[in-house]
């Protein structure tokens, strides 16, 4: 058995594939003045920063994190010094602004390495051992999922969909699972989704399509570090006084002075910052909660308010009592394929930390963390209670650490992405000097995104020089 390192693959694995303290003051300095201001340091920001200042514009990136990086989540075990990245784990090997992005940062990289072991199927609502599981054939599905997958390869460069928008892509992806025979493809995808037989077609498109399945069958690449908060900490020095840390957004003023700035305040550990700047990029989920401040207009509130998300969170748990090299995926067979009843963990997974094991949990929507932490130790203790893990000597399984990655894949119903609801969104990109990137207006893929926001900067510097 070999699982990827690929996040959305750890499942598939099927023999048919073994191939901030701030203070409200003022900081005191004159108002920043640049040529863009970039919300959110993930994926999207922080390519849009390092890209843009190449390009010779001034910019500056607020992040409210102490860190870039966004979903790139490592740890670094502290008696040693293997870092285990427990977030963002490969990249696509076959889109040349990846390459391009890692060489600029120096960023040594390579094919994705994967880990052999053994995978135990189990209920984990009751702890037991699930018997004589078999597979689905994947690799006949995927054969066919591709076939229809090809049809749409614009969608792995944005929300390009045609009019109208094809039946296939409205349809719950259960339907379309029974539509085209192919229940094999839902191990490889069902992560990450919440409620992935109700979601609409188009959203497991938009993230497994042709170019996915390419990369499942040839590897994905990697940092030869295996540390990917590499990229991230690289770009920050890259960007040396150009980030922000810690730092939010408390009122934006889209309405361009004399000189066609905008302005936006900004509070960090320095206290109120004031940034003037002809163009503002997008790049945190557009939920009109996490909007706070923005002066959004009528067009964006009906849209960003169509938003629905899922909950999506990864963690590393010690003493969880399983045998080395064994990982468990959460497996209910009263369930349509087998698929486990959310919100719980999706599987547990050996990591290169002795003892350390990620457990990634999912639910339909946004839960309180401290439910989703008890549930996943609960789940871990039922496995002792039922033999597949050990009562360990060191005691109760603990996190060394967590990540809520909350809110995840922001859609909206099949009624409305049939009324346009896209091409309405992507009509904002530019207006109001402001630009959008970032997951919900593309993909939940870091290389697409890279791509994407890449595609995105000649109309970001349209008018800088
Ligand atoms: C467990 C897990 C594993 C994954 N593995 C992979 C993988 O192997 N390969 C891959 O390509 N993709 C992977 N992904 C998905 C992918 O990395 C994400 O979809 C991608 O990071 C999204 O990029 P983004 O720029 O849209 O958002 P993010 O990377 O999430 O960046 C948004 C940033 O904005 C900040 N922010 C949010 N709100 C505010 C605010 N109001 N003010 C200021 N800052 C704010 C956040 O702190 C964050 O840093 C994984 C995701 C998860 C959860
Ligand atoms: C991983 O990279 C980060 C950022 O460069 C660094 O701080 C950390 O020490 C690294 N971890 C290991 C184990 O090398
Ligand atoms: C599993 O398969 C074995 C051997 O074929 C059989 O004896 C047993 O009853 C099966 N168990 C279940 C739960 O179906
Ligand atoms: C569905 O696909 C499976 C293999 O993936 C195959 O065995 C089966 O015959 C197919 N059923 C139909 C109705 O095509
Ligand atoms: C990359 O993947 C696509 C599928 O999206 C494939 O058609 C193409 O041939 C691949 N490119 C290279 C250079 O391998
Ligand atoms: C926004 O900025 C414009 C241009 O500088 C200014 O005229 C207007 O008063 C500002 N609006 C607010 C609410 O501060
Ligand atoms: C539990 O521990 C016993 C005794 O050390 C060992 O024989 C057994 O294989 C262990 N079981 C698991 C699931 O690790």
């Known amino acids: 058995m070999v699982w990827s390192t690929s996040w959305l693959f750890h499942a598939i694995v099927t023999a048919s594939l073994a191939i901030g303290t701030a203070c409200s003051q003022p900081s005191g300095h004159e108002a920043i003045t640049r040529d863009v201001c970039i919300i959110g340091g993930g994926a999207s920001g922080t390519y849009a920063a390092v890209r843009l200042q190449d390009l010779g514009f001034s910019v500056t990136l607020i ?11 490592t740890y670094t075990d502290p008696d040693g010094d293997i870092p285990i990245d427990y977030g963002v784990a490969d990249y696509r090997s076959n889109i040349s602004v990846v390459e391009s992005f890692l060489k600029r940062l120096d960023i040594a990289y390579g094919p994705s390495e994967s880990t052999e072991g053994t995978t135990v199927r189990a209920n984990l609502d009751t702890g037991q051992r699930v018997l004589n599981y078999t597979s689905p054939n994947a690799l006949d599905a995927l054969t066919r999922y591709g076939e229809v997958a090809a049809k749409y390869s614009e969608l792995e460069h944005g929300y390009y969909l045609p009019e109208p928008v094809p039946e296939d892509l409205l349809m719950p992806f259960g339907q379309f699972i029974e539509k085209y025979n192919v229940s094999g493809v839902i191990h490889v995808v069902y992560r990450s989704y919440g409620d992935i037989l109700h979601q609409p077609t188009l959203y497991v498109m938009k993230y497994f399509g042709a170019n996915a399945i390419y990369n499942l069958f040839n590897g994905f690449i990697g940092t030869k570090s295996q540390n990917n908060s590499e990229i991230y900490d690289k770009a920050a020095r890259v960007l040396s006084g150009n980030v922000m840390l810690h730092s939010h957004v408390v009122s934006t003023n889209m309405t361009a002075d004399g000189d066609g700035l905008i302005e936006i305040r900004v509070q960090s550990p320095l206290g109120l910052e004031i940034i003037r700047a002809r163009k503002l990029v997008i790049t945190i989920p557009p939920l009109i909660s996490n909007l706070d401040g923005f002066d959004l207009g009528n067009s964006e509130k009906t849209l960003f308010g169509q938003f629905q998300s899922v909950g999506y969170y990864t963690s590393l748990v010690q003493n969880t009592g399983l045998p080395a090299n064994t990982a468990v995926l959460n497996t209910n067979s009263n369930n349509l394929y087998d698929l486990p009843t959310l919100p719980s963990v999706y599987q547990i997974v050996p990591t290169k930390g002795t003892g350390l094991y990620q457990v990634e949990y999912g639910s339909p929507s946004p839960q309180p963390i401290e439910s989703v932490k008890s549930d996943i130790l609960a789940s871990i203790r039922r496995l002792k209670t039922t033999g597949i893990a050990n009562v360990t000597e060191d005691g109760e399984p603990q996190f060394v650490a967590f990540a809520s990655h909350t809110p995840f894949q922001l859609t909206v119903p099949a009624d409305a992405i049939k009324s346009g609801f896209y ?13 959008y990137t970032g997951a919900a ?25």
């Open 441 to 465: 207006f593309h993909a939940y893929d870091s290389s697409l995104l890279w791509r994407f926001t890449e595609d995105l900067l000649p109309k970001i510097s349209s008018g800088l020089n």
């Open 63 to 73: 992040e409210q994190d102490d860190s870039l990086g966004g979903m790139v989540n």
């Open 423 to 435: 091409s309405k969104l992507y009509a904002l990109q530019g207006q109001k000097q402001t630009f």
